[in-house]
């Protein structure tokens, strides 16, 4: 079956107890499986994989390099300077989904800039879980 990478980076295993006023109340769990099933609804497998560190996500995306066609990111705050994952994502050769809960844009100045954004196809922010959904139509729509 076809392939595509989920990945959510550091803090976010604790949606639906982690400031639920920015996040939600929905667990990453919920968000997942909101995407898992708009893949499937395409024909892709989505594999999910959370990291709390960024040589795990840098270490994950270069190893999608062979087996993914596309990746949704969530990199949490690794977003912000994490500039490894910006060189890993850089040298892979599919379409990225940036993706966000919040509108970092609408937060603190030091969200406003996003290290991932330049090497992303596109960005999804701001929309809280129903992103999740979007994200995989907009790969989908990248892989046509
Ligand atoms: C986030 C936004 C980041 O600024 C923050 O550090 C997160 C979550 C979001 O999904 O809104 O951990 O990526």
């Known amino acids: 079956m076809k392939q595509?990478?989920?990945?959510?980076?550091?803090?976010?295993?604790?949606?639906?107890?982690?400031?639920?006023?920015?996040?939600?109340?929905?667990?990453?769990?919920?968000?997942?499986?909101?995407?898992?099933?708009?893949?499937?609804?395409?024909?892709?497998?989505?594999?999910?994989?959370?990291?709390?560190?960024?040589?795990?996500?840098?270490e994950e995306i270069q190893l999608a390099r062979n087996t993914y066609l596309g990746i949704i990111i969530n990199p949490g705050a690794l977003t912000h300077y994490g500039w490894s994952i910006h060189d890993a994502l850089a040298a892979f050769e599919g379409p990225v989904i940036e993706l966000h809960l919040s509108n970092p844009n609408a937060r603190e100045s030091w969200r406003h800039t996003s290290v991932v954004a330049p090497v992303a196809t596109g960005s999804i922010i701001g929309l809280g879980g129903y992103g999740y959904e979007l994200a995989v139509h907009a790969l989908a729509d990248a892989l046509k």
């Open 4 to 58: 595509v990478l989920l990945i959510s980076g550091p803090n976010l295993n604790l949606l639906g107890e982690r400031e639920p006023e920015i996040y939600g109340e929905s667990t990453l769990d919920d968000y997942v499986t909101r995407a898992e099933s708009v893949a499937a609804e395409y024909g892709y497998e989505l594999i999910h994989r959370q990291y709390n560190d960024e040589g795990s996500i840098v």
